[in-house]
């Protein structure tokens, strides 16, 4: 896992540590590209679709834990 990915949401609490590593893989993952290409499978692509389907991940307590690693 990339070091600027882990720094930039050290603070982000999805509710789940499980969660929060997985935020860090999925936005280190290739982040210019779309979500299929930066998956390569669509077992990997369903996986992050779930991840932000999930109820835990909100684009606030994402947007929390940069806001916190900036400050």
Request: aromatic share 8%; with cysteine.
């Amino acid at each position: 896992m990339p070091s600027w990915a882990a720094e930039e949401l050290r603070y982000a609490d999805l509710g789940d540590k499980r969660l929060n590593r997985r935020l860090i893989d999925i936005v280190s993952a290739k982040p210019t590209v779309s979500v299929p290409q930066a998956c390569g499978t669509w077992a990997r692509t369903k996986a992050v679709y779930r991840f932000w389907d999930n109820q835990r991940v909100t684009p606030e307590a994402i947007l929390d834990g940069h806001i916190r690693s900036t400050n």
